[in-house]
């Protein structure tokens, strides 16, 4: 997959870059980050200069994580991270992807990660042909949980025992997003500030009537 870039009324979202090393190594030194998601723990230098330069650029290679730097238009600061990832079902026919991500701290409570999810979602749906659009998050995220409520995922339950944190099984809250949820945007601007088509299911879904 070529990386892409996508834009919204106040942010950029685009590949991660060698020079953001610095902004994502202070980001991640906030306790939140590293204790809510998989970063390392303690978090040096030397894992931001690998995400930036290895692991953000081979994932878009391989076609295993789609991950965007997300920036303010008004002052390229670094907002925080975005990204499908675990991609290995997108295409099969599943057709399933996750949404991740992590905000820095300074720019939390202003709805900047709802407005990414909201063009990584559009983007999934309508250019990369997802499905399904799964959000996991470890049981107790509530701020993960608020922003995967504002963007329309339905709470589907607890996966227990799903996560290995410090040697000790974790509980494992689960979402999820169809095309169909988003009917509602049909008309609406897309990321780069067209309007698309509404998004629809392309496989028939057959929901259990109990």
């Avoid at 079902?89 to 949404?99: C, F, G, I, W, Y």
């Avoid at 959000?135 to 339905?154: P, Q, T």
């Amino acid at each position: 997959m070529e990386p892409v870039t996508l834009t919204t009324e106040r942010l950029v979202l685009r590949p991660f870059e060698p020079s953001d090393a610095p902004a994502v190594h202070a980001a991640c030194q906030e306790p939140d980050i590293p204790r809510w998601t998989s970063v390392p723990s303690p978090y040096g230098v030397e894992d931001a200069e690998h995400f930036v330069g290895t692991l953000v650029p081979e994932g878009w290679r391989d076609d295993t994580t789609y991950n965007f730097a997300v920036v303010s238009r008004a002052d390229g600061s670094l907002v925080g991270a975005m990204g499908l990832v675990r991609l290995g079902r997108l295409h099969t026919p599943e057709r399933q992807a996750e949404l991740g991500y992590w905000t820095a701290k300074e720019h939390r409570g202003r709805g900047c990660t709802v407005e990414a999810g909201r063009a990584v979602l559009r983007w999934a749906f309508r250019e990369l042909g997802v499905e399904r659009l799964e959000w996991h998050a470890e049981a107790g995220n509530e701020d993960s949980r608020a922003v995967a409520h504002r963007l329309g995922f339905h709470m589907e339950g607890t996966l227990r025992a799903h996560l290995v944190r410090g040697g000790t099984r974790r509980d494992v809250w689960i979402g999820s997003l169809l095309p169909s949820d988003l009917a509602d945007l049909a008309g609406e601007p897309g990321p780069s500030g067209s309007r698309g088509p509404a998004v629809r299911d392309a496989t028939p879904y057959l929901p259990y009537p109990g």
